[in-house]
């Protein structure tokens, strides 16, 4: 049962952090995507505020309330697409990810370390790129505005986007404040393939950025939720990044 509980919890590693992004095709009536982004990236605090930080470092817990189970989290990222992402489960330990601009890598108690590769791979670059809120039209060639819909009790426009490779991928943002309020689409993890619909909100100022404070991804019947106690820009040395010694070795026997 431990095992189940602990591979379900991994996929939300492969969750967390996605921003994303995509070429404007105008539905009647409705802003364009490209218009909503933009409306987006003012909101959140700009352009300029973005590409000020270079780097950016986060805390908080993971919890799984149907489970009883709540954890420490950090993520630390850099510019243009390095990322660090540990987790600490009670009873289980501890789950590292990272990506140090060149290799894509996972280690767990449970299935010791691996590299990623396939979706995982393109599913882990995306959630690395630091400028990502700024690089939908590279990200995204197809960038679509649905719908007016209703997305986590708020008015929201429904945007769908393909990667380059092809996935889609649906971004729903708030019609009042602008603010990127969820996102749907498929996840690869370890387990296969899973529908995750992700929920963004408690929005908080650090450092003249707005970031969501909670996130509550559902999938497979089951729901995880992540809070942010702590943020800060700037504060991170490269080498947090620097692979671990049982990593280099699977690179290099993959050499």
């Known amino acids: 049962m431990k095992l189940l509980e602990y591979r379900k919890s991994l996929a939300l590693g492969l969750v ?11 539905s009647q009536g409705l802003p364009s995507a490209d218009e909503i982004v933009a409306k987006y990236i003012a909101a959140v605090g700009g ?3 973005i590409r000020s930080a270079q780097s950016m470092s ?15 989290m950090s993520v630390m990222a850099a510019a243009p697409n390095k990322m660090l992402m540990v987790m600490e489960l009670p009873g289980m330990g501890e789950v590292r990810t990272g990506y140090n601009g060149e290799t894509a ?35 995204y060639p197809t960038r679509e505005t649905l719908e007016k819909t209703e997305f986590a009790g708020q008015e929201a426009y429904k945007v769908r986007l393909v990667d380059t490779n092809e996935k ?4 729903y943002f708030s019609t009042e404040s602008g603010l990127k309020i969820g996102f749907e689409g498929e996840q690869t ?9 992700t929920e963004l909100s408690e929005y908080k100022d650090f450092d003249g950025r707005m970031v969501p404070t909670l996130t509550t991804a559902k999938m497979m019947g089951m729901e995880i939720k992540q809070t942010v106690d702590e943020m800060s820009f700037d504060d991170l040395d490269d080498t947090v990044f620097a692979l671990p010694d049982n990593i280099k070795t699977l690179v290099e026997a993959s050499q």
């Open 105 to 139: 890598w996972v280690d767990n108690p449970m299935t010791g370390p691996m590299l990623m590769e396939g979706d995982q791979l393109n599913d882990l670059l995306r959630q690395a790129d630091f400028y990502s809120d700024l690089n939908y039209e590279k990200n």
């Open 189 to 197: 993890s370890d387990m296969g393939v899973v529908f995750v619909t």
């Open 168 to 171: 889609e991928l649906f971004e």
């Open 16 to 26: 967390m952090a996605l921003a994303l992004s995509a070429a404007p095709v105008l």
């Open 47 to 49: 352009e300029k505020a």
């Open 58 to 72: 986060m805390r908080g817990k993971m919890e799984m309330p149907a489970m009883g189970m709540t954890g420490e």
